[in-house]
């Protein structure tokens, strides 16, 4: 019987992309309705699987949940550049800017590469048993965080452990929401995703505060209880409405290899890659740079505040204009303003309202860049497949965020302490995903210049 199910859902996916136009003029129902019609899909279980109710109690538990946990995953994340002013100037002051950034940079390559397998595993188990281990990881190396002195023990520690442990609960908390929304589906991801951003806001001004109070080590451990409790709530509220077949055996080629011989998932993938490369690079070096240009030590820690601040409003605002004029529209609209802002504000950006009004006006943009492919991905993916999926795609952009700020660093280093060479390099990548997202929605929607996708 369940394989039965399994033939008549993948009967379906096979058709799913020829579908796509009418599922985003006419809605849910109009596709729902059709495929009940279709000699394959006598099993509506099937077609209610595949095509998301858009509303509901679980539906909005799970963006509930997927708020909190990527607010303690990927919130971290997005204050990488406070720990590492705090690094050069503390426990690896003998260490070049360069050197450090390799810590954070692997932070977040570890949370992004790792999308390759769990994708996969959420696609076979579903999300509660990923949350948890990711609960319990992320919080053990948060705890090992705070005991470091040495170098290879903050790689280890903060760059490794947090990182797997963090993604094992992003990956879950996007993948889940796949299931729950389709029309609705950016603004979802947008409201979950806004979580990472008030992270990004609270947890500067905590760490700040607490540490200048009580150490280093305490307040570290203060944001790992801190993650506990919210990665429970999610643990809690996180599911998927899609129930993996009794079995389903691991198709490495039908997983990982053939998406990419669709040309516009291709594209799609290297424009994340590109805009990747990029937008991690101001998040990582607005702090220092602000810094180098008269800010107090607990001033500069706060333009990361600032630019979180405006991510909130771009990460919602900007998800409900692509779920009105087209994921791949707004996406490629959102990565190429943040690479122009970069070059044209950064670069001279010299003054304390300056560098401000920069933080807000990047944070706000590149909220799109860093939220907008997942529902850009999900929308020319098989809905149960959508986590390997979104997972592969993680993992080609991992390189990206792995040698970004390394490479950033090193141009700093050559410059002599300026900062224009990264600004350059960041706005330019950006720029470049941002086209190339633009050509994979051309591909997609067969030559057209101009439509909704």
Same mark, same amino acid.
């Given at each position: 019987m369940a394989e039965e199910k399994t033939a008549a859902a993948f009967g379906v996916i096979n058709r799913q992309n020829n579908v796509f136009d009418e599922l985003r003029e006419n809605g849910s129902e109009s596709i729902r309705n *059709? !495929? /009940?019609d279709d000699n394959y899909a006598d099993d509506k279980s099937v077609v209610n699987e595949l095509y998301p109710p858009d509303t509901g109690f679980k539906a909005y538990m799970c963006v509930v949940g997927g708020f909190f946990g990527i607010f303690s995953s990927f919130g971290f994340i997005n204050v990488i550049g406070v720990f590492e002013q705090y690094y050069g100037s503390h426990q690896l002051a003998e260490y070049s800017e360069s050197k450090i950034s390799w810590i954070m940079s692997l932070e977040i390559f570890m949370t992004v590469f790792s999308g390759i397998i769990i994708g996969r595993v959420y696609d076979i188990f579903g999300p509660t048993l990923l949350l948890i281990v990711g609960m319990i990881v992320m919080v053990l190396g948060m705890m090992m965080t705070s005991l470091c002195t040495e170098y290879y023990q903050f790689i280890l520690a903060q760059g490794i452990c947090t990182g797997i442990g963090a993604s094992l609960v992003f990956t879950p908390c996007i993948s889940a929401l796949s299931s729950w929304f389709q029309q609705k589906r950016a603004l979802a991801m947008g409201i979950a995703n806004a979580g990472s951003s008030l992270g990004g806001i609270i947890i500067p001004i905590m760490f700040r505060n607490i540490q200048a109070k009580i150490g280093f080590s305490?307040?570290?451990?203060?944001?790992?209880?801190?993650? !506990?409790?919210? @990665?429970? $709530?999610?643990? !809690?509220?996180?599911?998927?409405? $899609?129930?993996?077949? /009794?079995?389903?055996?691991?198709?490495? /080629?039908? @997983?990982y290899i053939v998406p990419f011989r669709s040309l516009q998932y291709a594209i799609a993938a290297f424009a994340v890659f590109f805009s990747?490369?990029?937008?991690?690079?101001?998040?990582? %070096?607005?702090?220092?740079?602000?810094?180098?240009?008269?800010?107090?030590?607990?001033?500069?820690? %706060? @333009?990361? *505040?600032?630019?979180?601040?405006?991510?909130?409003?771009?990460?919602?605002?900007?998800?409900?204009?692509?779920?009105?004029?087209?994921?791949?529209?707004? %996406?490629?609209? *959102?990565?190429?303003?943040?690479?122009?802002?970069?070059?044209?504000?950064?670069?001279?950006?010299?003054?304390?309202?300056?560098?401000?009004? %920069?933080?807000?006006?990047?944070?706000?943009?590149?909220?799109?860049?860093?939220? !907008?492919?997942?529902?850009?991905i999900a929308e020319i993916s098989p809905i149960p497949e959508v986590g390997a999926r979104l997972g592969v795609v993680s993992t080609v952009s991992s390189f990206a965020t792995l040698t970004g700020s390394p490479? *950033?660093?090193?141009?700093?280093?050559?410059n002599g302490g300026q900062y224009w060479g990264c600004a350059v390099f960041a706005g330019i990548t950006m720029i470049l995903g941002g086209f190339l997202a633009q050509y994979s929605r051309i591909v997609a929607s067969k030559g057209k210049l101009f439509t909704k996708m």
């Open positions: *059709s !495929l /009940e305490w307040s570290v451990r203060i944001l790992g209880f801190l993650m !506990l409790a919210l @990665t429970s $709530i999610a643990c !809690l509220t996180i599911t998927s409405r $899609i129930k993996a077949p /009794e079995r389903q055996p691991v198709r490495f /080629e039908r @997983t990747y490369w990029g937008v991690f690079v101001p998040v990582n %070096y607005i702090p220092s740079h602000a810094a180098a240009h008269g800010f107090s030590s607990e001033l500069a820690s %706060y @333009t990361t *505040s600032t630019q979180n601040a405006g991510s909130v409003f771009g990460r919602i605002i900007l998800a409900l204009m692509a779920d009105k004029f087209g994921r791949f529209n707004m %996406y490629s609209v *959102s990565c190429i303003v943040t690479g122009i802002l970069t070059i044209a504000l950064w670069i001279p950006a010299s003054s304390h309202a300056a560098i401000i009004i %920069y933080s807000v006006l990047f944070g706000f943009f590149s909220g799109g860049a860093v939220t !907008l492919w997942q529902p850009m490479i *950033s660093g090193a141009i700093i280093s050559h």
